[in-house]
């Protein structure tokens, strides 16, 4: 089974911090995604990876950062947090094979205070 | 501009009765679909999919239909159990820089009745 694991389920920070969020990946996957989950929005691309120290931004990369050193592990950065980016953060990760389903970890709620 | 659309955030449905839940696209460039289900505190779980190629997908209770003309598709769940009860997301994929890139629809939050 694949494992998504981010690393933490509840965060709470300030505004003009700078937040890191990690997930790490067990399966050797080549593809990595960071979304946000809003309500009645659904899920938004932030940015993915398609290969070790690649980056791709999604569609709402303003504000964000990624950092991809090695293939298990993918970082989401808040450069300095604002109350917009209170959200539920999802990461994923999909073989570099076509037409393969994302896997997700369990999300990281983040409240920007 | 909302390139996966579901037009309805919410559906209730008597237990043993079919659930059906729809999603409309734009991008005829999309090739690949997916229905994930999504309980509250955890990630999103993969479903069911479908390739444009075809036109139904079944797997157990779960069959997922497309219409490429219509640019439409749907999952049926027969029969709706309790454990159901969540929320729905489909998604639309096209290939980017090697990578499956998806786009999400908002969400429909399904709800079985006992």
């Known amino acids: 089974d694949v494992k998504v694991t981010q690393s933490s389920r509840y965060l709470v920070k300030r505004t003009g911090e700078k937040v890191f969020l990690e997930c790490v990946q067990d399966?050797?996957?080549?593809?990595m995604f960071w979304y946000r989950q809003d309500p009645g929005l659904g899920l938004r691309l932030i940015y993915f990876s398609y290969d070790v120290k690649m980056k791709e931004k999604g569609d709402i990369p303003e504000g964000y950062s990624v950092s991809r050193e090695k293939k298990e592990r993918f970082s989401l950065i808040l450069e300095s947090a604002s109350t917009n980016q209170t959200s539920m953060y999802l990461c994923?990760?999909?073989?570099?094979?076509?037409?393969?389903?994302?896997?997700f970890g369990d999300g990281t709620r983040l409240s920007i205070l | 501009d909302q390139q996966v659309k579901q037009n309805s955030p919410s559906l209730s449905v008597q237990e043993g009765r079919i659930s059906i839940l729809n999603c409309d696209y734009t991008n005829s460039m999309f090739d690949y679909f997916l229905w994930y289900k999504k309980y509250p505190a955890e990630g999103p779980t993969f479903l069911i999919s479908i390739s444009s190629i075809k036109d139904k997908n079944e797997d157990g209770r779960f069959t997922v239909f497309l219409n490429k003309s219509a640019k439409h598709l749907s999952l049926h769940i027969v029969p709706s159990q309790p454990g159901d009860s969540a929320v729905y997301f489909c998604a639309a994929s096209a290939v980017y820089q090697g990578a499956q890139k998806l786009v999400f629809g908002q969400g429909t939050r399904l709800t079985i009745n006992p």
């Open positions: 994923a990760s999909s073989p570099q094979l076509s037409k393969q389903p994302q896997h």
């Open positions: 399966m050797d996957h080549e593809n």
